[in-house]
């Protein structure tokens, strides 16, 4: 007798360990761990995934049997099972929603399977389930379990094929195609009576001549100069014949040359070695790869990889939204070709489906992705890469809440194999670690042929302000005209983070900030206050200015459409284009503007963080930040560090070729460390400054932090309960533990909920994830009264 442990589709905490299930008879043996079934869960059915096959029930009672299964093979495999395990502990979930967070989004969702029978033959042997066709639906609610165990032996023996209805429906690309329709003689005749100046139509003629039975996509023509107008006119005469041919999904946009290794220079050589050293020896090594801006990680990258491969492993390689441009993902696609899977949030649900079926049917060796790539089917991975480490997408805002480098730790750990952690500006946290000898420190702290790295200047925007009204300072657009006399390309950032939140003095470069925090106070329209979110200190918005008095004291920002109106009055000749979110909404336009950029057909590329990173373009040497004072003026404990990471990232865009790049840096904290730092791009100094002031306010990473939020429909109950919270964490962790709040939350209403939260800070708390578990546990009782916990461990921000 086999019995299926059964995690089903509940999250509560009763539901989190396996329910028992009795496999039928005539399916034992053929039904596996990681296969999603339907379950009889009182009086319903429900999903679940199966996580075991016992012979044995903890059980007392009568077993029901499955109903049916949901998969004919598993969908999550030994490792993935045995991570989410994992990971529903680390961040306080539950393991199915861990399970689920694992699958493509299109297998989440309620789809249909068809059951295809691979040639005639089968379908006419098996006619309980084709009854004479070559496909049907699988229908799983009318299958007998002996009709189920037929399947699954064809499938097992790879006689019919299981397509998702989302693989099937998704609508497919149709694009317009043309056939010859005349005898190639009459087509000769025809090219006598056509003009010779009449180029297309004559070239034309030609390829159908040349090519008599070829299909031409109009897509292809116009690559060769062939218009749709000059097919129109090719129809009505009669030469061809227009029809429509379905186009097979396509992740990679276009299509790439292959490119070859270049010859590392010795720091490169050096990284690639160690890293390479520890693939082959199956040592589950962590390095952090500090490399400054333009010093070639990339290549670093690339050849680790190859070398994986070339031991018959794979490899995944991990970078943020953001950087996940076309220039990162053709470099690897030109030096690795369809081996490369693509993982990433702008590809449709059947994109991403069939992505994952190549990786998960092992076709696929090396994927690259954002974040939920970490949970790739890969097996035998022989390392992971997680490029721009430092980067706050990494970490998922909702349920469940994981880091995607400790996840990247578990699975190199279980494989054997090394992580590779690069960054110019690499987390506190994981340059401590290298410190302390637990990650090894692998740098390249020259550019490529020792360019130099360019020189940045920084502004101080309270003289300029007092001078003109401009969003560009006097220095910068001075330089941009000469960059644009000189035909070179500039690059003009606007800091949008934070933009509206805070308060600032345009005079003086005055914020408000706690007087028990080192923080700035986040401003409560609705309330009219400045709030600490730390300690839950209030003061009124001010209306003049405490410092100078002034009248001028009030949000600071602006948007980027207004910038680029402003930029395209002072340069009219100027060819700018704009990138930031209402530009880049459409699939492909990201792409489309990188490449017009990249073709040297536009000038200026103006826009929000999205430009600041992975770029690399030879001719720009010009690089403007509008603003840098919006992120450093977050609420955060992390600004300084987003201040300089960001700052010397976009640096980093100019001068990575010949030319000498310059940098202006627009401000109003021009004494503040992490502006300083950024123009002489001391990463080292910075580190030794930012230990000191995480030290001093006991912040990460010298101490370990946990967010517990809670939320109800009613504002006092959210209160009480986070106080009953706050009395029981008093009484259950040591004395030597840090308690903050609660407090409100920066938005304290949402959708109607009120919003409040707790910090815990420790060091060395041995019972503390025991405590959060009774936290929870006691909270779901409550939760038919609205109240719901929530508990991120080391959330990347206290807001
Ligand atoms: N060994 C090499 N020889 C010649 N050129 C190289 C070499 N390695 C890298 N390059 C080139 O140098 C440029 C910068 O490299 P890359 O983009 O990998 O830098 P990076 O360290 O990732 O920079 P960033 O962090 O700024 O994105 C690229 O154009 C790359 O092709
Ligand atoms: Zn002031
Ligand atoms: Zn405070």
Same mark, same amino acid.
């Given at each position: 007798?086999?019995?299926?442990?059964?995690?089903?589709?509940?999250?509560?905490?009763?539901?989190?360990?396996?329910?028992?299930?009795?496999?039928?008879?005539?399916?034992?043996?053929?039904?596996?761990?990681?296969?999603?079934?339907?379950?009889?869960?009182?009086?319903?059915?429900?999903?679940?995934?199966?996580?075991?096959?016992?012979?044995?029930?903890?059980?007392?009672?009568?077993?029901?049997?499955?109903?049916?299964?949901?998969?004919?093979?598993?969908?999550?495999?030994?490792?993935?099972?045995?991570?989410?395990?994992?990971?529903?502990?680390?961040?306080?979930?539950?393991?199915?929603?861990?399970?689920?967070?694992?699958?493509?989004?299109?297998?989440?969702?309620?789809?249909?399977?068809?059951?295809?029978?691979?040639?005639?033959? *089968?379908?006419?042997?098996?006619?309980?389930?084709?009854?004479?066709?070559?496909?049907?639906?699988?229908?799983?609610?009318?299958?007998?379990?002996?009709?189920?165990?037929?399947?699954?032996?064809?499938?097992?023996?790879?006689? *019919?094929?299981?397509?998702?209805?989302?693989?099937?429906?998704?609508?497919?690309?149709?694009?317009?195609?043309?056939?010859?329709?005349?005898?190639?003689?009459?087509?000769?005749?025809?090219?006598?009576?056509?003009?010779?100046?009449?180029?297309?139509?004559?070239?034309?003629?030609?390829?159908?001549?040349?090519?008599?039975?070829?299909?031409?996509?109009?897509?292809?023509?116009?690559?060769?100069?062939?218009?749709?107008?000059?097919?129109?006119?090719?129809?009505?005469?009669?030469?061809?014949?227009? =029809? !429509?041919?379905?186009?097979?999904?396509?992740?990679?946009?276009?299509?790439?040359?292959?490119?070859?290794?270049?010859?590392?220079?010795?720091?490169?050589?050096?990284?690639?070695? !160690?890293?390479?050293?520890? =693939?082959?020896?199956?040592?589950?090594?962590?390095?952090?790869?500090?490399?400054?801006?333009?010093?070639?990680?990339?290549?670093?990258?690339?050849?680790?990889?190859?070398?994986?491969?070339?031991?018959?492993?794979?490899?995944?390689?991990?970078?943020?939204?953001?950087?996940?441009?076309? !220039?990162?993902?053709?470099?690897?696609?030109?030096?690795?070709?369809?081996?490369?899977?693509?993982?990433?949030?702008?590809?449709?649900?059947?994109?991403?489906?069939?992505?994952?079926?190549?990786?998960?049917?092992?076709?696929?060796?090396?994927?690259?992705?954002?974040?939920?790539?970490?949970?790739?089917?890969?097996?035998? %991975?022989?390392?992971?890469?997680?490029?721009?480490?430092?980067?706050?997408?990494?970490?998922?805002?909702?349920?469940?809440?994981?880091?995607?480098?400790?996840?990247?730790?578990?699975?190199?750990?279980?494989?054997?194999?090394?992580?590779?952690?690069?960054?110019?500006?690499?987390?506190?946290?994981?340059?401590?670690?290298?410190?302390?000898?637990?990650?090894?420190?692998?740098?390249?702290?020259?550019?490529?042929?020792?360019?130099?790295?360019?020189?940045?200047?920084?502004?101080?925007?309270?003289?300029?302000?007092?001078?003109?009204?401009?969003?560009?300072?006097?220095?910068?657009?001075?330089?941009?005209?000469?960059?644009?006399?000189?035909?070179?390309?500039?690059?003009?950032?606007?800091?949008?983070?934070?933009?509206?939140?805070?308060?600032?003095?345009?005079?003086?470069?005055?914020?408000?900030?706690?007087?028990?925090?080192?923080?700035?106070?986040?401003?409560?329209?609705?309330?009219?206050?400045?709030?600490?979110?730390?300690?839950?200190?209030?003061?009124?918005?001010?209306?003049?200015?405490?410092?100078?008095?002034?009248?001028?004291?009030?949000?600071?920002?602006?948007?980027?459409?207004?910038?680029?109106?402003?930029?395209?009055?002072?340069?009219?000749?100027?060819?700018?284009?704009?990138?930031?979110?209402?530009?880049?909404?459409?699939?492909?336009?990201?792409?489309?503007?990188?490449?017009?950029?990249?073709?040297?057909?536009?000038?200026?590329? %103006?826009?929000?963080?999205?430009?600041?990173?992975?770029?690399?373009?030879?001719?720009?040497?010009?690089?403007?930040?509008?603003?840098?004072?919006?992120?450093?003026?977050?609420?955060?404990?992390?600004?300084?560090?987003?201040?300089?990471?960001?700052?010397?990232?976009?640096?980093?865009?100019?001068?990575?070729?010949?030319?000498?790049?310059?940098?202006?840096?627009?401000?109003?904290?021009?004494?503040?460390?992490?502006?300083? %730092?950024?123009?002489?791009?001391?990463?080292?100094?910075?580190?030794?400054?930012?230990?000191?002031?995480?030290?001093?306010?006991?912040?990460?990473?010298?101490?370990? =932090?946990?967010?517990?939020?809670?939320?109800?429909?009613?504002?006092?109950?959210?209160?009480?309960?986070?106080?009953?919270?706050?009395?029981?964490?008093?009484?259950?962790?040591?004395?030597?533990?840090?308690?903050?709040?609660?407090?409100?939350?920066?938005?304290?209403?949402?959708?109607?909920?009120?919003?409040?939260?707790?910090? *815990?800070?420790? !060091?060395?708390?041995?019972?503390?994830?025991?405590?959060?578990?009774?936290?929870? %546990?006691?909270?779901?009782?409550?939760?038919?009264?609205?109240?719901? *916990?929530?508990?991120?461990?080391?959330?990347?921000?206290?807001?």
């Amino acid at each position: 007798m086999q019995i299926a442990q059964v995690i089903v589709d509940i999250p509560t905490s009763q539901t989190n360990n396996p329910f028992s299930y009795l496999i039928p008879d005539n399916l034992s043996g053929q039904v596996s761990p990681g296969m999603r079934v339907q379950v009889p869960f009182g009086p319903r059915k429900i999903t679940g995934f199966i996580v075991a096959i016992t012979d044995r029930s903890e059980f007392q009672g009568k077993l029901k049997p499955i109903s049916s299964l949901v998969d004919l093979y598993p969908v999550i495999n030994q490792e993935l099972l045995e991570l989410a395990t994992w990971m529903a502990g680390q961040t306080y979930s539950f393991k199915i929603n861990c399970l689920q967070t694992m699958l493509p989004g299109g297998m989440r969702t309620k789809f249909k399977k068809k059951l295809i029978a691979k040639s005639d033959q *089968i379908r006419d042997d098996n006619p309980q389930i084709f009854a004479g066709q070559n496909e049907v639906d699988y229908d799983r609610a009318h299958y007998s379990s002996n009709l189920l165990s037929q399947i699954l032996n064809l499938q097992k023996t790879d006689q *019919i094929k299981v397509e998702y209805e989302l693989t099937i429906h998704a609508k497919p690309v149709m694009m317009a195609a043309f056939k010859r329709q005349m005898t190639p003689e009459a087509l000769k005749a025809e090219s006598q009576h056509v003009r010779s100046n009449a180029i297309a139509q004559q070239h034309l003629l030609k390829l159908l001549l040349d090519h008599p039975d070829e299909q031409f996509l109009q897509s292809k023509l116009n690559q060769k100069g062939i218009s749709s107008s000059t097919t129109r006119v090719a129809e009505q005469r009669g030469w061809i014949k227009k =029809t !429509q041919v379905r186009q097979i999904r396509n992740p990679f946009l276009r299509s790439v040359k292959k490119s070859q290794p270049l010859k590392l220079n010795a720091d490169q050589q050096a990284a690639v070695s !160690q890293i390479n050293s520890a =693939t082959s020896t199956k040592q589950n090594q962590i390095f952090l790869l500090e490399g400054v801006t333009g010093s070639g990680k990339t290549e670093v990258y690339l050849q680790s990889i190859a070398h994986a491969l070339s031991l018959g492993r794979t490899a995944l390689m991990l970078v943020p939204e953001i950087t996940l441009t076309p !220039q990162i993902v053709g470099r690897i696609r030109s030096r690795f070709g369809d081996q490369v899977a693509m993982l990433h949030s702008a590809l449709s649900n059947g994109e991403r489906f069939d992505e994952w079926q190549r990786i998960n049917s092992g076709q696929a060796k090396v994927v690259v992705g954002v974040r939920s790539a970490v949970f790739a089917p890969l097996t035998n %991975l022989g390392l992971i890469i997680i490029d721009e480490e430092h980067d706050s997408s990494y970490k998922q805002a909702d349920n469940p809440r994981y880091q995607t480098r400790d996840v990247a730790k578990w699975r190199a750990a279980y494989h054997h194999c090394p992580v590779v952690l690069g960054s110019a500006t690499p987390s506190l946290e994981s340059r401590a670690r290298a410190m302390k000898g637990v990650y090894r420190l692998l740098r390249l702290p020259h550019r490529i042929n020792r360019h130099a790295l360019p020189h940045v200047s920084i502004i101080d925007m309270k003289i300029e302000m007092a001078k003109h009204h401009s969003a560009l300072s006097t220095a910068l657009s001075t330089a941009i005209s000469d960059r644009l006399a000189k035909h070179e390309q500039i690059i003009l950032l606007l800091n949008r983070r934070g933009y509206s939140s805070f308060l600032m003095c345009r005079d003086c470069g005055y914020v408000p900030r706690c007087p028990n925090c080192d923080i700035s106070l986040t401003m409560h329209k609705d309330t009219g206050t400045l709030d600490c979110h730390y300690c839950g200190h209030k003061e009124p918005i001010p209306r003049v200015c405490p410092q100078c008095h002034s009248k001028r004291i009030g949000h600071y920002g602006m948007g980027s459409q207004q910038l680029e109106e402003q930029v395209k009055e002072m340069f009219p000749t100027a060819r700018v284009l704009r990138m930031d979110v209402d530009t880049t909404r459409r699939k492909g336009s990201h792409e489309a503007i990188i490449d017009k950029f990249g073709a040297h057909k536009a000038d200026i590329l %103006l826009g929000t963080q999205m430009i600041a990173k992975g770029l690399d373009f030879p001719e720009v040497t010009l690089v403007g930040v509008l603003n840098a004072d919006s992120a450093l003026a977050f609420p955060d404990f992390r600004s300084s560090e987003r201040t300089f990471e960001l700052l010397t990232q976009v640096s980093g865009r100019a001068g990575r070729a010949d030319k000498t790049g310059e940098v202006f840096i627009q401000t109003f904290n021009p004494d503040h460390y992490a502006i300083q %730092l950024a123009q002489t791009q001391d990463y080292e100094r910075f580190y030794a400054t930012e230990m000191r002031v995480r030290h001093d306010g006991k912040y990460p990473p010298y101490y370990f =932090t946990v967010k517990l939020t809670g939320s109800s429909p009613n504002e006092n109950q959210t209160a009480a309960e986070m106080y009953a919270i706050l009395n029981f964490l008093k009484a259950n962790l040591s004395k030597m533990a840090i308690i903050l709040g609660p407090t409100p939350k920066t938005i304290t209403r949402i959708n109607n909920r009120y919003y409040y939260q707790i910090i *815990i800070k420790y !060091q060395n708390e041995p019972h503390l994830k025991a405590v959060l578990d009774q936290v929870l %546990l006691k909270s779901q009782k409550k939760q038919r009264h609205g109240l719901q *916990i929530a508990i991120d461990n080391e959330p990347l921000d206290f807001m």
